[in-house]
């Protein structure tokens, strides 16, 4: 999915409805995302050639998945719980 939103335009990225739900502001979601937060933006600063996003959470949903994914250092890496406590 990532490699999809870096490569294709805006509507292309949501074509799949069977992938996405709406959430209580409208924001669309992945459905099977570990956790998604719904947020109202409240300001927008432009720093060079970004647009930094700062936002008030109105609702959170967790799934009870406990393994994810970030992307570092050019590749995709899995992340799990630590076994030690």
Not at 6 to 21: G, Y
Request: glycine share 4%; net charge negative.
């Amino acid at each position: 999915m990532a490699d999809l939103f870096a490569r294709s335009e805006v509507l292309d990225r949501f074509a799949d409805d069977s992938a996405w739900t709406t959430l209580f502001t409208g924001a669309p979601a992945l459905r099977d995302a570990l956790a998604s937060l719904d947020c109202r933006i409240s300001e927008v600063n432009e720093i060079g050639t970004h647009s930094v996003f700062f936002c008030q959470v109105e609702s959170m949903r967790l799934l009870d998945r406990m393994e994810g994914l970030v992307y570092f250092d050019r590749c995709y890496h899995r992340l799990s719980p630590s076994t030690t406590a």
